[in-house]
């Protein structure tokens, strides 16, 4: 009896290893683990919650990204500072995220800081680094690279769309200039790229001032844009700041209405600052996103040039982190993190801004679907440098 | 106190800022009131500023910081406008439901209050949150937006804030001044605990006060969404900024209160703020600097009010 137990046992633990070497075999025979089967956790941090560009890249990540990937996204609450984000990393880092796209950058230099003293591999959404800032952290090793408008583009956005009412033949403009008296870059670039355009139209200067100078100008006047002729060209209101009170809607009215103002051009926000207080003929140009509101603006006239981000833009972006965190980062031909630009879908025309925002708001067949996203995981810097600069929406949808 | 002595008194400040704003207007080459749109900016923001600090006041008095008001303006406008837009109607339509809407909403704030029995700040608070969150939800985030809308944009006249100012005045005299609620509502004020003892029911007073500042609030939140044809969203107590528009005006109209009725003491006090905005507006004052204004004024006025008998005595000698 005890003979043919012990021959039992005996029998079961050599099955027992036979299996375990079997398993073990089979590991070893080429067939990777799938990266894609583990749900990968990835932190956003937003600087806006409820402006329709922000709606709208949330929209594209939680709507069609999580759809067709295995990933799961945590938002940040409105960051306001460079505490509060740093307090949203802890956040994404208790909750064991393994990447964060940011769209935030009250303190990038701290936010960069912090994800690779935690080894969590971090990107920039929506917006690039500086000069400076790059050479600083390009070698990091947890810091994935940037895609946005470079301030350049921001400028040179500013300067397409004041040109376009130049070119036909408008000379008395209102700005509305958003953050840029709260020093905000882009703002400042855009409105730089509008006063350069009337200074070469109008053969004069801002305030002594031409083309990329006057980016310096407006940072040494506190941020403000001051009316004034520029040559033959006039700018006759201003308005900046986000003041929602009684004083600041009184401006835009003002503005607005101004008879010596025959274009209002904005840095953002036109479609909720000046469209409302418009009078009919004038023009009206605003660099924000494509909305269903923006589309029926332009149909009805009220807005006439429209510089929109695009909401699947971030979605390069996402593949990269995901591509990190796969074990596959992509790295310049130096081993340097990416700083790649991506500039802004512009419609002319209300059929054009319909067409746009059918694409963009789609969450079945959106921008960059996955299909074309796949393709960049694990690509190599060159050919995600070739997708990444053919933005155009005629380049996507090719 | 004589009439003419309390029409002085009631009319010093406000005239005073009129005559002060028009000097630096005028020594700047500008006129204050010169064109159309000035005018209307001025009805508006004294309109606006009214309607919140009517709103404001009447809990505040009772010693309930009501934190909620900014946000029941705004949803009561999202909802507002949303069913305006969806039934293709008109201003006035979107004018009766916002007040409608905006009463329940505040019947609502002050019925978790009475109901919970928590600190009003705390409740108030709270509601704002879920208020500002039910207009982010109904809307997507992406607010309502009517700019191309003519019909609605086209209330914005004189006239039109003109009666809504009126109406809001006369309601507040009748009800405050001339009901019974308005005599049990100035004895809980005055004293509570003597009041409740004397038979006044406190909470259906407290109820009644929410309802009405809710739905002078409903008012106010058309009268901004009306204005330029967007309602943006708020949330993280975004929306309670407007109430501060109306510290100022209360601090003046308490005070104008001694010669006149209080509620004609905010109405003054309401006007004097719309001179100062129209002020900033007409000279272009950038908004840094006016905030420095406005912040310097408030507690010039604050500093006056606290030493008011040190100065007197001071003059006498």
Redesign the interface.
């Known amino acids: 009896m005890m003979k043919s137990l012990r021959k039992f046992l005996v029998l079961q633990l050599s099955l027992m290893m036979a299996l375990c070497l079997g398993a073990c075999s089979g590991g070893g025979s080429g067939q990777a683990e799938d990266p894609s089967a583990k749900t990968v956790k990835i932190g956003v941090l937003v600087s806006d919650?409820?402006s329709?560009e922000a709606?709208a890249f949330r929209s594209y990540y939680e709507d069609y990204i999580k759809s067709v990937y295995n990933v799961e996204f945590m938002f940040s609450?409105?960051l306001k500072d460079a505490a509060a984000e740093q307090s949203a990393i802890d956040n994404f880092i208790a909750n064991n995220c393994q990447g964060i796209i940011s769209m935030a950058s009250a303190d990038r230099p701290a936010q960069i800081e912090k994800c690779e003293s935690e080894k969590i591999y971090y990107a920039v959404a929506t917006g690039t680094l500086t000069d400076e800032q790059y050479e600083t952290y390009k070698g990091y090793e947890y810091y994935v690279g940037a895609i946005g408008p470079d301030l350049s583009i921001e400028y040179q956005t500013g300067y397409d769309m004041a040109k376009y009412f130049l070119d036909q033949g408008y000379t008395k403009f209102g700005m509305f200039t958003g953050a840029s008296?709260y020093f905000t870059e882009m703002h400042i670039y855009r409105a730089a790229g509008m006063l350069a355009a009337m200074c070469d139209a109008g053969n004069g200067t801002y305030n002594g001032v031409t083309g990329m100078d006057i980016v310096g100008k407006i940072m040494a006047d506190?941020g403000?844009v001051t009316?004034g002729k520029i040559g033959s060209i006039e700018l006759n209101g201003v308005v900046?700041?986000y003041?929602?009170?009684?004083?600041?809607?009184?401006?835009?009215?003002?503005v607005a209405?101004d008879p010596e103002v025959e274009v209002l051009l904005a840095v953002g926000s036109g479609?909720?600052?000046f469209?409302?207080?418009k009078p009919e003929g004038k023009m009206l140009g605003d660099i924000d996103c494509y909305?269903?509101?923006s589309v029926?603006?332009m149909e009805?006239g009220?807005l006439n040039y429209l510089a929109g981000k695009f909401s699947a833009s971030i979605g390069p972006i996402f593949a990269a982190t995901l591509s990190a965190a796969y074990g596959k980062p992509i790295r310049t031909s130096e081993g340097n993190a990416f700083a790649l630009s991506q500039g802004y879908w512009v419609a002319k025309d209300a059929e054009t801004a319909k067409k746009y925002y059918e694409v963009d708001s789609s969450v079945t067949d959106p921008a960059y679907s996955k299909e074309q996203l796949d393709t960049l995981i694990g690509a190599s810097y060159d050919d995600f440098a070739k997708f990444v600069s053919a933005y155009s929406f005629d380049e996507i949808k090719k | 106190m004589s009439r003419g002595k309390r029409i002085a008194g009631a009319l010093a400040i406000p005239a005073g800022v009129l005559i002060v704003c028009m000097l630096i207007s005028m020594s700047c080459g500008v006129s204050l009131f010169g064109s159309p749109l000035s005018r209307i900016t001025f009805v508006r923001a004294g309109a606006n500023v009214l309607l919140v600090t009517f709103a404001l006041s009447i809990n505040l008095n009772s010693g309930r910081f009501d934190f909620s008001i900014g946000s029941a303006a705004l949803l009561s406008s999202v909802i507002s406008s949303m069913i305006t837009l969806k039934l293709n109607a008109g201003p006035v339509v979107m004018l009766i439901l916002s007040v409608v809407i905006g009463g329940i909403l505040g019947l609502l704030s002050g019925f978790v209050y009475v109901t919970v029995k928590l600190p009003p700040i705390i409740v108030s608070l709270g509601m704002a949150l879920f208020y500002e969150g039910m207009a982010f939800t109904l809307t997507g985030g992406h607010g309502v937006s009517f700019a191309s809308n003519t019909a609605l944009l086209g209330f914005g006249t004189v006239t039109n804030y003109l009666l809504i100012s009126a109406a809001a005045l006369i309601l507040m005299i009748a009800v405050f001044d001339h009901t019974s609620f308005g005599y049990e509502y100035k004895a809980l004020v005055s004293g509570q605990k003597v009041a409740v003892n004397t038979g006044i029911r406190e909470v259906p007073n407290a109820l009644i006060c929410y309802l009405i500042a809710g739905a002078l609030m409903g008012a106010q939140g058309f009268i901004s969404a009306t204005n330029n044809g967007a309602i943006t969203m708020s949330l993280n107590f975004g929306s309670i900024s407007p109430m501060f528009m109306a510290f100022l005006p209360m601090f003046i109209g308490g005070f104008i209160g001694r010669y006149t009725s209080d509620k004609v003491g905010y109405l003054l006090g309401a006007l004097t703020s719309a001179t100062i905005s129209l002020t900033y507006i007409r000279l272009d004052i950038p908004s840094s600097t006016q905030q420095i204004v406005s912040a310097l004024l408030m507690v010039t006025f604050l500093i006056y009010l606290n030493n008011e008998g040190k100065l007197k005595q001071l003059l006498k000698h």
């Open positions: 919650t409820t329709a709606l609450d409105e008296v506190g403000e009316t900046s700041g003041d929602f009170d009684d004083a600041w809607f009184g401006k835009l009215a003002a209405n479609q909720v600052t469209a409302g207080f909305t269903a509101d029926g603006l009805a009220t």
